[in-house]
Each structure stands twice: as C-alpha cells, then as structure tokens.
C-alpha cells in the first residue's frame, strides 16, 4: 500500500480565535493533544505547526528583482492560515477521517487537506 | 454551529468593526451602539437557528443598521424593511452593498471609532474606560473591576465621557494622510496608556488588571492588521508583547514586584517574546524610528538576554540616548544612568542624574535609583537617606516594601565597593 503524506492545513478566522476566551483555547488544545497522540502512536504524524499572528508575517513578491517585501499576510482574507499539520495516510479516505477528528476536536473555520509531494525533513526541529 | 462560545467569539471580534461602521452610518454613537445591540440579539435567535453567517461583522452591520432604520420608519408610519430572517447568508442581493460597507472604509472607520474614545477634554483613565465600554465591549462591572472602583462610580464617569464624546464635532468625510497620522499616533497612546495600567497592577488585585494588557495587545493587534506598513504600530504592539511576556514573573505570590535582575527568566512567556522578536525585525526594517520602536527594541534585548548580567548594556544605553533625543525626558534620562551605571560604573551614572534632582525631586523611582548608585559606591550614610525619602514617596506598599528590603540590605552589608557589571 503506498504510503501519502496530507498536510491538513488550518483555516479561521483569526479575529475570532484570538478573541477565544484562555479556558476554551486550553480546551481546544487538550482535545487536539488527544487526537494527536493517537494518530503519533501509530507513527503516522508528522510536524505539527501552529502559526503566529499574521500580523507578525511579511510576504515577499518575488515576481520582481529585487523582490518587493510587504508587511502583512499574503491575502487579505476573511479567513487565514493558521497553522498545520503533515499526516500519513493510506489515501484521501484516511485523511478526511483523521481530519474529521481534528475537527471534532477544534470545531469552527475549515481545513484544507492538501497531498504533500515533497518533505524534507531537516534538523532545525530536533 | 450552536455552540454558545463559538457565538461569543463571533460577536466579540466582530463588534469593533460592525460598531464603527454603525457609526459612520448614523453619526451618534448611542444609535450605533442601540443599533449593535439589536443586531447581537437577532444574532442570537438568528444564528442558532440558521447556523452562522458567513461573515459576522457584514451581518451585524446590514442587520443593526436595518434594525435602526426599521424603528426610525415605524416611528413615521413608513414602510419597514424586510427583516433578517431572510438574511440568513448574505450571498445576495445585498452583498454588494455590505462590501461596500465594510471593506472600503473599514480601515478609516475603526481609527474613527477609536479617536472618539480619545477626545481630549477626557482625563486618560475615562478614554480607556471609554474605550474599553465601546470598543472591546467589556461591561461595566468588568472595567469598574478593573479600575478597583464601584460599579456605579464607573457607571458614572462612563457616562459623563459618553456625554462629552457626543457634544464632540466629529469628522466623517475620509481623513487625509496627515490627520490619519495624528488620529494614529493619539490611538496608540490611549492603548498603550490601557496597557499600562494593567502592567502597574500590583498587590492580590494583579491578576485581575493583567486583562487589560491582553485587551490592550488585541486592540494593538487590530489596528496592525489595519495599518500594516506603520512601524511605530508594529513597534507598539512589540513593545506591548515584550512586557506582558515578563508579567508572570514580575510580582512574587504577594503580589510585589521583583525586580528584572531577581526575576525567573524561566517564567517569562517565549511565545509572547518570540512574537515580539519578530515584530521589533519587521519594524526596524523601515528605517522609521520612533520611541515605540526604541523603546520595544530595549524591551527585546531584555528579552534575548540569557541573565541579567549578561545583558547588553552598552546597546541599551545607546537605545536610551535614541530615546531621549526622540521624547526628552527625565524619565528617560533616569533610565539611561541605570544602563550607564552597568556600562560605566555608579560615578557617571551618578553624574547624569544629578541634574535631574531639581526635577525629579517627588519621584520615587529617583529616589530608588540614586539610593541604589550611592550604596554601590560605598556612601551608605547618604544612600539610606535617599532610600528613606524613596519610601516616603512611595506611591503603593509594594514599592515601599522594595525600598525598605534594599535597606535591610544595605544595613547587613553596608559598605559594598564599586561593581560595575559589565
């Protein structure tokens, strides 16, 4: 069976997030932990992320030379990119179900899940 | 989704941007806020049954500003309006105009919505409590908390701002680049002031008043994401991130201050400070300085500082030099002979302040300092005068406290020599 690599890649709105009160974001955390602990047993999840505000990114357009850098984000959506997570799976069948966990666990805003082609894994994170 | 949470989320970060379109709309910021109000009721029969909006603010805004309409017309034997049951999706008819709504003014009518809560015949605190009542929409019970003042009292002096804010001539039509900066500059003070008097909190009530630094941060944070290319915005909310990290550790299980030096360094909060790290970068790529960058840039060397030793005085000198050309101050110079004095020993720091005695001469903290250069250059007799008149100034027992432990210090050790610690 080929083995496929989904990063389930976050979506909400980050003014309503950011407006969770701290007992719900712990919440939401230890129900994550949850599931996230069951799908690493089983040796099947990869690095997980979440995002810092988007206020704190810049985005550099690089169809010019010397690219252009912009403060902020690289949309200006209602909903963002929070964060993600790189998951194993035996196919699409299997990811929407470890998705579907996930979210269960964190209701609200949308995941992408998105085939992974290529992942290095370097060592920043060990 | 049903969930009740969810819904407080959804109307909490959508209530600056509905009220300050709200406003724009009728020009009275009671209207507005009457307005808002039956929008969040709808909201609450509405979204719990048909599910939420896609976008919360445009439902709000459209919704609220029918809801006010609606009544104005009855009150004339007018046609109403087609309620919000129909609203259910704004994926209609009406989303033009709620884009046109939000999207195009939003930036200049949130800036609005906050320079109202500046106006400058209100005293600081009100501005806050102003602020904090309109824009974040915390209850009064809540801000009076926060204050440690009674419920009616803040009632009251609420009310007293509202009246004044509404006698205000407020400027609708889209301000130009020169009074957009001025609205600017006067917001970040009152967010930063609403900071500040979270960050001075200290005794039993701490924990308490450390809200109004998160709200602080997210009312940052939202102008940020309005104004995002402002480095001094950016330099405020870092420099806003940078402090808050520390708070954990700057008061002991009494609630009195520790000092950086004696501080758990394990304590301070890495997110908040990598956040600020990355903001402070973003900033000074501008090449726009400002003293909230300054001053969040000095925050940032604290924080990257593996101990208090080891940290980079002579750049925070430098920093404080910066700052004092940008924002002349005493304060600032008294902050600048307590890096010199790791940089260059008590004698120049000494020095620098002297001139300040004059100026400084109620201020406890200068007082607190120049006790602190004496005893390090083994002039006990006059560094525990100083110490004594710093505790005679003392503005709460937990500055006195800290004073009176120096004492204590320097009365079983009195005669220390000279350590510059670089």
Redesign the interface.
Known sequence: MPILLYAVLCYHSEDVVMSWPAPREAAVMDRLAAVEEKLSKAGRLGPVAKLMPTTAAVTLRKDQDPPLIIDGPFAETKEQLLGFFIIECAGLPEAITAASELARANPGGAYEIRPVAVLRTNKVFQ | ?N?P??L???L???RPQAIAALLRYFRDMDTAEEAYQEACLRALKNWTKHGPP???AAWLILVGRNAALDASRRHRKLQPLPTDEVLSDLDDAENPLVERLDSADYRDDLLRLLFVCCHPELPATQQIALALRIVSGLSVAQIARAFLVSESAMEQRITRAKACIAHANLQFETPGAAERSLRLETVATMIYLLFNEGYSATGDTAGMRFALCDEAI?LA??L??LF??EAEI?GL?ALLLLQHSRSAARLDGNGQIVLMEDQDRSLWNRTMI??GL??ID?AL?HAHTGPYQVQAAIAALHARAPSFSATDWPQIELLYATLEKLQPSPVVTLNRAVALAKVQGAAAALDLIEPLAGRLAGYFYFHGVKGALLRDLGRSEQARETYNRAIALANTAAEAAHIRSQLDRLMSDPAPTERPCK
């Open positions: 989704m969930d949470a969810w407080n989320a959804a909490t970060s959508a896609r976008d919360p997210r944070r939202l940020l994401r995002a290319g950016i909310t990598n956040e990355a903001l973003k790529r």
